[in-house]
């Protein structure tokens, strides 16, 4: 009888150490537990708001229509993809809006609106095969991703993208999230391990250690990792170009073997530029852009920057190693973000917009307002000029676009085709004494192709005009007359349509109503 | 007031002192288990901190488990010690007819002259009935005094019995011829500077009413305890070595030494295994020490019971200066190993549970600890330059464990403080003195006493 007791009770202890040492030696394996314990209250709360968003408030549950009764998609095919990406989801009720991170509730709304307005999320595998052109994908489909591996962004974004049934790219900087100790900021590594298990997220490349600056100049100025040659006070030099790039390749290198032997990411498809800078910032090494870009495509498939004003924001299937996504913050409401994110959609020709509503006119500089079937671009107090193109457009070939235009206290306007970015494009010029066609190519601009004396652009005097693109020709005609016509270079083979006006004053307003586009068919192929 | 209020008065105060008695002791109760929970939860913060993973490093990982639960398991054998010893007899001693058997003390001595008549006298003194005691002292050749001292005695107690060889035999020889010249059923084995207490003297003998126990183990306390810090030391060590460690070993019925400073014995035990015990030799050449030990075994061999009594005192002389100590603790250690080669062969089949979670560990762990503590003291800080903080706090977290149990058992000794000294002293020097003993086992010299 003692014996038994003796054992039972040296079994007990012995029990009791073994589990008190493993559970001490895995506290924070224990710690995640409990983080996962308190997160499945999270999914349970956020699928409640979820259910009680769909039927419009608790009392409405069982006899309302869900608001997310997928949207009939009529089987089109997405010619262009959205890309979004978010950074912190704060949960702080005193946080005030940063230009960077987003609040739940707001994170919480735009996720529950996209998914009522029919948007689904893809992987980033479907995203590569669609760029590649290797697969098609149904219409409102779009790339959530985050930047920087921050712990807030799973803990708090993960039960809305559970209630909704999104999934999402973490952009992890791998330096900061594989090091042995937890970090009260970036995901540990076993946290990731719990992201990949969910199913829910997928994990890219946001450097090793790169995300960060380094000293570029005796002065001691500091500046991106990724595009600034490092000064290096022990030598009293800027490193050399192969220094750069070893530099640069081993990080990048770094963190994909990281995420590969780290995580098991296999392949590792995805990186994200920190801060968004592929080159494009100032540096003191003013090659970089294609040097870095050379080097990223070399070890990641694809790459993702951040849309600018002038750029579109969705993603044709061209082939492009580097993407652009929207950023998305605090400042954009939920209904503002469907609708950016539904006039992103491909616009098919022949179209005709009356202004009755917003069809996506993005606003690259100045103002612009869409009322009483006019919209109206204009400078402002710190624009002198204004540029606004349409969404959905950016894949329009040969066409005619004519439009009602008059301007006010200005006398120029400018109509946009084969709108690219805000680095390529033709444009009809309007002014009180010419009519020009001009082009910018790769950031130049080139020489007037054309241009012709007139004076029929009077302010506040409604004139018709008309820009007309196929192949490489482009011809603005005038109140129904072919004004001139000129070869536009090839690299301009494709785009969408704008317009622009230039006011030193600043008071200048362009006001166009009644817009036709009409699809050409090919004069001659174009490349 | 009248006589029966105030006898109710007088009740009820005493029941309240009762209660606040059983208050205190209550409190003192849950404040030893809540420290003791402390001490644990603090030990398996230590090892977390210090053991490397089990995938990683499973060796250490078991090591760390294995000490602590082996040491946690004397202290939880002891627990249980208080309930197996109280079914060793039953309720029969309480009877009208008292237990009484004739009972002998054998002294063996030599050169004893200042001690021998204090312990001789102390022999008397016991509270038993004189016709039923023996006092038999074996004078092994003594050189000085002692002869003289023991003829004086005889005149004072005439039916002292003084055994005089011219010429030394040897401790064991004389233990041996007590046994063989006493007709007593129960032999009390001293050492010549050792005593036992009169009033608890009974304790010793009331076991043998089981007729399974053939030895009985009184609890050591060192005379000259506050002598100095090292004999405080060795006080703290004795009442952890007796009322933890041979409890706990008691609990089963099975004590591996009846210290030599006072035990009694089943003669009709002991006779059948006299000559086998005193023929004992190692490698060729005859044990000179470690005689307690060696008897117990023969009498564990042929499946007696050794038990302890917590309640059975005896004094004895503990060494008084380090080289002493250490001479004694050589001889012990040696003991042990000459004693595990014997042991090893029968234990198993007599005692198989005390065997596989007793004796089998001990083992274990006495011949692993000098290899850890020589990594964790000598080579680890000599490789990376840095001091064992978590060897030395793990070691001094268990021997709280035990120090609380030993405050438990005895709030009056005083001594518990020095165990963790002496947990030091272990450590840094006891725990390799087991591999001079192995080197040193060819040398059966006493060394100096």
Redesign the interface.
Known sequence: MTKAMFLLVMVAIVFAMIGGISLMQNKYQYYLRLQYAVLQWDYLKTEIAYIDYNYGGVGNWFTQHKKSDPVPLDGKDAKLIPVLVYHGIITDPNWKPDGTNISLQDFQNQMFALKAAGWQTISMEDYLAFIQNKKQLPEKSFLLTFDDGRKDSFYNGDPVLRAVGYEATMFVITGASMDDGPSPFHLSREELQQMIKTGRWEMGSHTQNGHGSVPVNSAGKWNHFLTNEMWLAGKNKLETEPEYLKRITTDLEGAKLDLENKLGVKPVLAFAYPYGDYGQDPSNFPQDQSILDNIVSSIYPISFIQASNNDYVANPADGSAISKRIEVDSSIDSAHLVSMLDNSRYKNLDYTDDFSKDNGWLEGWGSRRIDNNEMLVGATASDDSASTFLSGSSLWKNYLMSVKAEILSSDSFSLVARYIGEDDYATCDFSGDAVELSQKVHGQDRPTIEARLWNEITPGVAVSAAIEVNGNTATCYLNGTQVLTGTIDPALDRGGIGFKMWDPAHKGTLVVRNLKVVGMPSAFPVK | MNTTQAKAVSQSMASAGRLVRALKDFIYRAGIVAIGAILL?FL??L???T?A??QLKPWV?SY??FV??FE??RI??AM?YK??FGSLVGKTSTDAEVYEPRVAFVIPCKNEEKDIRNTVTKCFEVNYPREKLEVLVVNDGSTDGTMRILAELKTEYPDLRVVNWPKNQGKRWAMAAGFKISKAEIIIQMDSDSSVDPMSFRELVDPFQNLQVSAVCASGEPQNADKNILTKMQAAYYFMSFQILKAAES??DTVFCCSGCCSAYRKSAVMPVLYDWLAESFLGKPVTWGDDRALTSHLLKRGGRTVFNDKAQAYTIVPENLKKLLVQQLRWKKSWIINFFFTIRFIFKKQP?VTA?YYLPLIAISFLTPIMAFDALVFTPLTTHAFPFYYVLGVLLITAIMALYYHYLDKNNKYWPYLFLWALFTMFVLSFVIVWAAVRIQDRNWGTR
């Open positions: 939860f398996i913060l090892k977390s901190k053991t993973n089990f990982f760390a488990i602590t639960a946690l398991s939880v054998s249980f309930k197996s609990t089963y549970f979670f």
